[in-house]
């Protein structure tokens, strides 16, 4: 089946702009969570939903924002972007129904704030 | 969550075994212990996980130490392929604690012919 797909995977913005960006998880997966890489800082932990809920938020200032539709696919958005918000963007998706906790990520997006 | 502790960098040959080790002396009674890596340019994939039995899968084996305060990867016989970050990363079972997963720096594993 297909994986996580998210898009763009490529993007460039400048200092003060907003962006979005969208995940398509496995089919029949309900839990999508965010995921931010920096060399800086490793992968942190961005917020998770399940069933068009936040369930977990990590420590991220509240420019950081998300939301899940009901057909699980998710997005997320940075307003005001800084120079510090670029980074490799993950989502990873998730079946309540295994207790395996297993994740499946994306290949992530690239945001690069000029 | 309990954090673990990994070496930084490992070198291996390839098509030897490698042994990369996890400490976790502060793990709890039901926590999880997750492996994931991630190769260059690509997103985070699931390895292996286990609880207190050593595991078998076609990726790896996953050794528990008795106590639960440490445990070990092993890639039976390491190809270029397998140079990756690897994570270990401890876990409460979902659905009850979510999905988050505490990525910490992981072990750097390079691979040489």
């Known amino acids: 089946k297909a994986g996580v797909t998210q898009t763009p995977r490529y993007l460039i913005k400048t200092r003060g702009q907003q962006v979005t960006l969208s995940c398509s998880p496995i089919?029949?997966?309900?839990?999508v969570s965010w995921y931010q890489q920096t060399p800086g800082q490793g992968l942190q932990f961005l917020f998770e939903?399940?069933?068009?809920?936040?369930?977990n938020k990590g420590n991220f200032p509240g420019r950081f924002s998300g939301r899940q539709f009901s057909n699980s696919r998710s997005e997320m958005n940075v307003s005001t972007l800084e120079l510090g918000d670029s980074a490799l963007y993950l989502c990873a998706s998730s079946s309540a129904e295994v207790n395996t906790g297993e994740l499946f990520f994306g290949e992530g997006s690239r945001l690069t704030v000029l | 969550d309990a954090k673990t502790t990994q070496p930084n960098s490992m070198e291996s040959n390839e098509e030897e075994p490698v042994h990369l080790p996890c400490n976790h002396s502060?793990?709890?009674?039901?926590?999880?212990i997750h492996w994931y890596r991630q190769l260059p340019s690509q997103g985070p994939e699931y390895v292996i996980h286990g609880l207190t039995s050593n595991v078998n899968n076609r990726m790896a084996s996953l050794a528990i130490a008795e106590d639960r305060k440490s445990s070990t990867l092993i890639l039976h016989r390491a190809t270029l392929r397998d140079a990756a970050v690897y994570y270990c990363?401890?876990?409460?079972?979902?659905?009850?604690?979510?999905?988050?997963?505490?990525f910490g720096k992981g072990t750097s594993l390079l691979v040489t012919p």
């Open positions: 089919s029949g997966h309900r839990s």
């Open positions: 502060t793990i709890s009674g039901t926590d999880y």
């Open positions: 939903y399940f069933s068009e809920t936040q369930r």
């Open positions: 990363i401890l876990r409460d079972p979902p659905p009850n604690s979510g999905y988050a997963l505490n």
